[in-house]
T-cell receptor, first 114, second 111 residues
Framework: ETGVTQSPTHLIKTRGQQVTLRCSSQSGHNTVSWYQQALGQGPQFIFQYYREEENGRGNFPPRFSGLQFPNYSSELNVNALELDDSALYLC?????????????FGPGTRLTVT | KQEVTQIPAALSVPEGENLVLNCSFTDSAIYNLQWFRQDPGKGLTSLLLIQSSQREQTSGRLNASLDKSSGRSTLYIAASQPGDSATYLCAVRSDDYKLSFGAGTTVTVRA
C-alpha cells in the first residue's frame, strides 16, 4: 500500500504567475484535503474534495481552486500568486469524508513566490 | 471558530528528561484530537489519535491525555532522546471535514 505522494517537492514562482500542485492519495482513499502551512505556523485548511466534489472550504480566496479526478488524485491551483502564498502545501487523504476518518499527510510541496 | 493554542512555543531539555507538551482548544465539542510530529521542512507524521470518548492513548514512550470539558490535551514523552527533536503539532477535529491546528511546540533534546 503506497502512502500519500505530492509533486513537485519544491518550486519557485514569480508574483502574478499561476501554479498547480499535485497529490496522489493513499490507495483506497476517496477524500483529499489541502492545507497551507506558513513558516512557523500550523497548517491552515484550504478545502476538501470527496468523490470529485468540493466538500468544504476554509478562509481562502477564490484564486485557490482544486480538482479531484476519478482515481481520487487531486490538484491545487493558485492563480495570481502573491508573496504571502509562499508556504508548505500539504495534502492529506482519508478513507472517507466522515468525522472519525483519520487524515494521512503527504510530504508537502514547498512553494516560494518571489 | 475553533482556536488551538500550544504552549510553550519552544522547549530545550537534556537527554533523558521527560517532555510535557500542552495543547488547549476553545470549543470542547470535538470529535477527536491528534498529535503530529513534523521534522524541518517535512510533512506530518501522526503520533496519537484520541477520540472524544477517550481519556488517553499510549504508544511506546508517548502518552497523550484528553480533558474535553476543560479543552486541554497533554502529550508526554518519556526519557527523551536527541531523535525526539522536532516540532509537535496538536490538531482537533470539530466539524465534518477539517483539522484545526496549533502553531506547534519545537523541541530540542540536547545530547
Amino acid at each position: 500500500e503506497t502512502g500519500v505522494t505530492q509533486s513537485p517537492t519544491h518550486l519557485i514562482k514569480t508574483r502574478g504567475q499561476q501554479v498547480t500542485l499535485r497529490c496522489s492519495s493513499q490507495s483506497g482513499h476517496n477524500t483529499v484535503s489541502w492545507y497551507q502551512q506558513a513558516l512557523g505556523q500550523g497548517p491552515q485548511f484550504i478545502f476538501q474534495y470527496y468523490r470529485e466534489e468540493e466538500n468544504g472550504r476554509g478562509n481562502f480566496p477564490p484564486r485557490f481552486s482544486g480538482l479531484q479526478f476519478p482515481n481520487y488524485s487531486s490538484e491545487l491551483n493558485v492563480n495570481a500568486l502573491e508573496l504571502d502564498d509562499s508556504a508548505l502545501y500539504l495534502c492529506a487523504s482519508s478513507l472517507a469524508a466522515g468525522t472519525f476518518e483519520v487524515q494521512y499527510f503527504g510530504p508537502g510541496t514547498r512553494l516560494t513566490v518571489t | 471558530k475553533q482556536e488551538v493554542t500550544q504552549i510553550p512555543a519552544a522547549l530545550s531539555v537534556p537527554e533523558g528528561e521527560n517532555l510535557v507538551l500542552n495543547c488547549s482548544f476553545t470549543d470542547s465539542a470535538i470529535y477527536n484530537l491528534q498529535w503530529f510530529r513534523q521534522d524541518p521542512g517535512k510533512g506530518l507524521t501522526s503520533l496519537l489519535l484520541i477520540q472524544s470518548s477517550q481519556r488517553e492513548q499510549t504508544s511506546g514512550r508517548l502518552n497523550a491525555s484528553l480533558d474535553k470539558s476543560s479543552g486541554r490535551s497533554t502529550l508526554y514523552i518519556a526519557a527523551s532522546q536527541p531523535g525526539d527533536s522536532a516540532t509537535y503539532l496538536c490538531a482537533v477535529r470539530s466539524d465534518d471535514y477539517k483539522l484545526s491546528f496549533g502553531a506547534g511546540t519545537t523541541v530540542t533534546v540536547r545530547a
